[in-house]
């Protein structure tokens, strides 16, 4: 558990949960999945003293579940943001140990990219003064987000740094957010060069692709992406209409506010974008396969167009000895000193008269088609 106090531009830090509010600032108190149901009583306890309020038992099976997609809620006294992240790393706390990490074989199939895609959800519990998160015991954007915070604050200029600080729990959720979200750029470079890499060895018509399994994993793993990807959208679309509702209720300045709602507008651009990015994948993906079977189908076409245009030159040859093959008795070609000589060249002619008409109409060529490895 971390417990950071943000006054301004000075951050404080403990490991132990509060008892009261401060003068100034607020609280940040973080816990990975398995420490938050171990606290559980003692922060149910913590609400109800400070904030004469618990959270319900719904929102709290929603920061303890480690399937639930990204959504939002709220109450009257707090709001309850479910976020899955797209990151790297595949494991999850273990129920023994306490914020220890239990490496398990992940099931996913296709490229080494897609089965370290870890899509964990962070929950966040929003209050006037105090926010609580909840993450995966492998997150590495608590630690990253804290530790830049108390440098940001202990930098020589700390006064004019105080700018660049979060200035209530919303905004702070909204930067966790904001830098889960863009976690994914991380992977999108390496997640592209795997998949075009595949997509070469299927447009290759000379490679011989067998790996159809993985193929068809990696499509399935894209598309739950994408599904991952519309919920975060929808989640944070639920988030912004219900600002609206702020003016009202919370004692947030306008600036404040505006400033809220701009990130968060900028937040949903972000995940638009990752989406986007998710999505041309699997269509490029799927466009791949496609040409794939339009090639092997082209190929197969061209060869039995040459088979095809073989066997008619072949088909009056066949005619020919099949006509001098015939049992009669009164035959008088057949018993001419030149006639197999005559009826060779016969032969040999009509077929090269054959293979230049095909040649000549392109049925004796395949096709071949060049792709860049």
Not at 45 to 60: D, G, R, S, T, W
Not at 130 to 154: E, G, M, Y
Not at 157 to 176: C, E, I, K, Q
Request: net charge negative; aromatic share 8%; proline share 3%.
């Amino acid at each position: 558990m971390r417990n950071l106090l943000i006054d301004g531009h000075q951050i404080s830090e403990s490991g132990e949960l509060i008892s009261s509010l401060p003068s100034k600032g607020y609280h940040w108190l973080s816990f990975t999945r398995r420490e938050f149901e171990v606290e559980l009583v003692h922060i149910q306890q913590m609400l109800a003293k400070i904030y004469n309020f618990e959270v319900l038992e719904l929102h709290l099976n929603d920061l303890l579940n480690n399937q639930l997609p990204s959504h939002y809620d709220y109450t009257s006294e707090y709001d309850v943001l479910i976020f899955r992240r797209l990151a790297r790393g595949r494991s999850e706390s273990d129920p023994s140990n306490p914020g220890q990490i239990l490496h398990s074989a992940s099931t996913r199939g296709g490229p080494a990219i897609l089965r370290r895609i870890d899509t964990s959800p962070i929950g966040f519990l929003v209050i006037d003064r105090l926010i609580i998160t909840v993450h995966p015991a492998d997150c590495a954007v608590r630690d990253v987000f804290a530790n830049k915070l108390l440098s940001t604050a202990n930098s020589a200029n700390g006064a004019l740094s105080s700018g660049r600080l979060p200035t209530n729990p919303s905004d702070l959720m909204l930067r966790v957010v904001g830098v889960v979200v863009d976690g994914y750029l991380d992977l999108r470079k390496e997640l592209t060069r795997q998949l075009d890499h595949w997509q070469s060895e299927l447009i290759n018509p000379n490679a011989r692709f067998n790996n159809w399994s993985a193929l068809l994993d990696s499509r399935l793993t894209l598309h739950y992406l994408e599904e991952v990807c519309e919920d975060q959208r929808a989640a944070m679309q639920d988030w912004i209409e219900a600002l609206d509702a702020w003016l009202e209720t919370d004692s947030l300045s306008n600036k404040e506010l505006e400033l809220i709602k701009v990130r968060s507008r900028n937040v949903l651009e972000h995940i638009e974008r990752v989406a986007h990015h998710v999505g041309r994948l699997e269509q490029s993906a799927e466009t791949a396969v496609q040409m794939h079977f339009n090639i092997q189908t082209n190929r197969n076409n061209d060869v039995m167009k040459t088979l095809t245009a073989l066997t008619a030159i072949f088909l009056p040859l066949n005619l020919v000895t099949g006509f001098f093959g015939m049992n009669f008795e009164n035959f008088p070609f057949l018993k001419h000193e030149e006639g197999l000589l005559l009826t060779e060249v016969f032969m040999i002619l009509l077929a090269i008269a054959l293979g230049g008409y095909f040649w000549l109409n392109r049925y004796l060529t395949v096709s071949k088609t060049k792709s860049d490895t």
